[in-house]
Nanobody, 123 residues
Framework: QVQLVESGGGLVQAGGSLRLSCAAS????????MAWYRQAPGKQRELVAS???????NYLDSVKGRFTISRDNAKNTVYLQMNTLKPEDTAVYLC?????????????????WGQGTLVTVSS
């Protein structure tokens, strides 16, 4: 079974920085994409940033220039460096991955979610 384990959330003052990490483990054949979503109380879940195996990235407009997503393919790990944090960045941040599970002879595509890590930015 494939799992995503997140770390790095916490409380920070506005203008500060945090770095989130998400490691995928289990019977992974190949990771196709990894991403960070966030969900604030009373709001819909939104895609914050994503990265595919080639390294191409995509960002939510409101975080462009402040957040950077990166991945270590060898470790099946994705990072989100968050700088110049604002109170409106407060949310539960969830790691997501689309990958193939199993072996070359027997594999299937799956989507996996982490449990989430809380980021709180005080004003």
């Amino acid at each position: 079974q494939v799992q995503l384990v997140e770390s790095g959330g916490g409380l920070v003052q506005a203008g500060g920085s945090l770095r989130l990490s998400c490691a995928a483990s289990g019977r992974i054949f190949s990771v196709i994409s990894m991403a960070w979503y966030r969900q604030a109380p009373g709001k819909q879940r939104e895609l914050v940033a994503s990265v595919i195996r080639s390294g191409d990235t995509n960002y939510l407009d409101s975080v462009k220039g402040r957040f950077t997503i990166s991945r270590d393919n060898a470790k099946n790990t994705v990072y989100l460096q968050m700088n110049t944090l604002k109170p409106e960045d407060t949310a539960v941040y969830l790691c997501n991955s689309n990958l193939t599970e199993g072996t070359w002879a027997s594999r299937r595509y799956i989507e996996v979610w982490g449990q989430g890590t809380l980021v709180t930015v005080s004003s």
